[in-house]
T-cell receptor, first 110, second 116 residues
Framework: KNEVEQSPQNLTAQEGEFITINCSYSVGISALHWLQQHPGGGIVSLFMLSSGKKKHGRLIATINIQEKHSTLHITASHPRDSAVYICAVAPNFGNEKLTFGTGTRLTIIP | KAGVTQTPRYLIKTRGQQVTLSCSPISGHRSVSWYQQTPGQGLQFLFEYFSETQRNKGNFPGRFSGRQFSNSRSEMNVSTLELGDSALYLC???????????????FGPGTRLTVT
């Protein structure tokens, strides 16, 4: 069993829909990262969380430390949101050794 | 402020050769981490350097090595290349472990290595 599990693996939605991507992990962590990767490879860090909830524009990330679970929401989805979203966990403070989920491929249809 | 840069962006090598990839972090960042991404294994941690010292290492053979210079720029080297080393190699920089604060990582565009 992978230490970091994401669901769904693939998600296709219509423009404007509310998107939810899930991440569950099985180890103790100091932080959880949500990353976005567009075709071509470049990775952008969307959020880094250790507790609670963060919001940036149409993106919202939450984490429940007790349940070892995080969600990434996209409101009013747009075709430019089409990308692979990757969850990654850091084991303890100051340790940059990230363990990654397998990613969720999101496609937003106009 | 300039982002993380990686050179070269694309590289084709043959089996048995060696390769050196370079990563220049964001100015002021002292930690550089390296990752390998393949279709089969996804993203995997290679190693992390902070202040010229390797702090963490992933589960890769000794053919994979790296170093960091005093200006925080980092290089990774792969010797005796195998077909399975074909991958996107990403580096990420961060401030590093300062007073236990969380440190966001900023990724470079990657170097796509093809081994034939």
């Amino acid at each position: 069993k992978n230490e970091v599990e994401q669901s769904p693996q693939n998600l296709t939605a219509q423009e404007g829909e509310f998107i939810t991507i899930n991440c569950s992990y099985s180890v103790g962590i100091s932080a959880l990262h949500w990353l976005q990767q567009h075709p071509g490879g470049g990775i952008v860090s969307l959020f880094m969380l250790s507790s609670g909830k963060k919001k940036h524009g149409r993106l919202i990330a939450t984490i429940n430390i007790q349940e070892k679970h995080s969600t990434l929401h996209i409101t009013a989805s747009h075709p430019r949101d089409s990308a692979v979203y990757i969850c990654a966990v850091a084991p303890n403070f100051g340790n940059e050794k990230l363990t990654f989920g397998t990613g969720t491929r999101l496609t937003i249809i106009p | 402020k300039a982002g993380v840069t990686q050179t070269p962006r694309y590289l084709i090598k043959t089996r048995g050769q060696q390769v050196t990839l370079s990563c220049s972090p964001i100015s002021g960042h002292r930690s550089v981490s390296w990752y390998q991404q393949t279709p089969g294994q996804g993203l995997q941690f290679l190693f992390e350097y902070f202040s010229e010292t390797q702090r963490n290492k992933g589960n890769f053979p000794g053919r994979f090595s790296g170093r960091q210079f005093s200006n925080s720029r980092s290089e990774m080297n792969v010797s005796t290349l195998e077909l399975g080393d074909s991958a996107l190699y990403l580096c990420a920089s961060s401030l590093g472990p300062l007073t236990g604060a969380l440190s966001e990582q900023y990724f470079g565009p990657g170097t796509r290595l093809t081994v034939t």
